[in-house]
């Protein structure tokens, strides 16, 4: 899934002049996968850090940036519903989702990309 997902991206936007920054924290591994074919075509990416709850806590206040951040947004949800997945990934003020079926132990797309802008 996360190599049709970044044969997408890299039709909609030029890899050596477009920065993705993570909305989220990566820690499944279609998102770890997805990150490295992005790098690997040439797009820069921003990953999340994950701050401990302490650090929430105590945080102070977020205060505006002197400059704005580069790039685009970027987040994913994966839903599952039997052997079908459901893949769903915001740029920016873009939607993508495309449905994914498992046959014979691999997943392969079950529709088209629909794109919503």
Not at 26 to 36: C, H, M, T
Not at 76 to 90: A, F, P, Q, R, T
């Amino acid at each position: 899934m996360a190599d049709d997902v970044t044969a997408q991206i890299v039709r909609l936007y030029p890899a050596a002049n477009t920065q993705f920054n993570l909305r989220h924290v990566v820690n499944d591994p279609f998102g770890k996968a997805l990150i490295e074919n992005l790098r690997l075509e040439g797009f820069a990416v921003q990953e999340a850090i994950q701050q401990s709850i302490q650090q929430q806590i105590f945080a102070v206040p977020h205060q505006p940036d002197t400059e704005p951040q580069k790039g685009l947004i970027l987040s994913y949800i994966i839903d599952e519903s039997g052997d079908l997945y459901h893949v769903k990934l915001m740029i920016d003020d873009m939607r993508l989702s495309r449905a994914f079926a498992v046959q014979a132990d691999s997943i392969h797309p079950a529709g088209l990309w629909v794109i919503k802008e």
